[in-house]
């Protein structure tokens, strides 16, 4: 199949392919366990509050950077490629949801392992959480390859969607969803601010269950998806 070319495209630049989000996990990583190390030092009660307040450490999430670049990249740099090579809107689109779906069932997988290992080694050693935060979930162990790989695929999808975006309606797409962004996030606070109970109801929102969270993520994946499938089909490339 032709749309295996679009894998091994993907695959030349190996820095870029898992270099860059190995590198960034393995930095974040690295900047918790020094953190862990200067704990240490503070004695026991200085690290069990660490740990409690790591639950919602966020440095799992220099993985998403790379990745929602490399939905950049796929769509900016190896789309018009692929295309002057004579592959077809199709093949392309084939291949690239394999290489998306490969992505997000290796990370995934490294996520929950390293979860595991960090649970199973009192956070390395030095009681700290890097793995096993909100984030990667709360629950059992498929909890976290369900989130995590439900979150890596729309973070990759998203960046695809958002250049496709970019090449078919230029710089208006850009100045029009920065404006929708603002305007959303200004409606927010001004709801917090000056509505009764605005705040509470937001509180709940963002606080509810698992499974609800985990729809909202599979709604924007699917969104996204389904707005890089339209686009890749129109958009033009130079």
């Known amino acids: 199949m032709r749309s295996r070319n679009v894998i091994d495209m993907h695959l030349v ?3 870029q392919a898992f270099g860059w989000p190995l590198f960034a996990v393995t930095l974040a990583l690295l ?22 307040g ?4 966020g440095a799992i999430f220099a993985l998403l950077g790379p990745l929602i670049g490399y939905g950049f990249t ?21 291949g690239l949801f394999a290489v998306f779906l490969g992505n997000a069932v290796a990370y995934s997988a490294l996520i929950t392992i390293g979860k595991a290992i960090e ?7 030095l009681h700290v959480r890097f793995f096993d935060v909100f984030y990667t979930g709360t629950g ?5 390859l369900v989130q995590t790989f439900l979150l890596i ?17 230029g710089q208006v797409f850009l100045w029009l969803s920065g404006a929708v962004l603002a305007l959303t996030a200004l409606g927010i606070l001004a709801g917090v601010v000056f509505l009764d109970g605005f705040g509470r109801a937001l509180l709940e929102l963002l606080t509810m269950g698992w499974g609800p969270w985990m729809g909202v993520i599979a709604l924007i994946g699917l969104l996204s ?12 490339v130079s």
């Not at 790591?54 to 450490?57: F, H, K, T």
């Not at 059992?140 to 976290?144: A, F, L, N």
């Open 13 to 15: 630049n190996r820095m």
């Open 31 to 52: 900047v918790i366990l020094g953190v862990g190390l200067i704990m240490r030092s503070q004695g026991a009660e200085a690290q069990a509050g660490m740990y409690m």
């Open 54 to 57: 790591m639950e919602w450490n």
């Open 74 to 94: 796929s769509m900016g740099q190896y789309f018009p490629l692929a295309l002057g090579l004579g592959l077809t809107r199709r093949e392309f689109a084939t």
């Open 119 to 125: 649970k199973a080694t009192d956070g390395f050693g």
């Open 140 to 144: 059992p162990w498929w909890q976290t």
């Open 153 to 169: 695929l729309t973070v990759l999808f998203l960046g695809a969607a958002i250049t496709s975006a970019f090449q078919r309606f």
């Open 225 to 236: 998806t389904s707005a890089w499938l339209v686009l890749v089909r129109r958009t033009q």
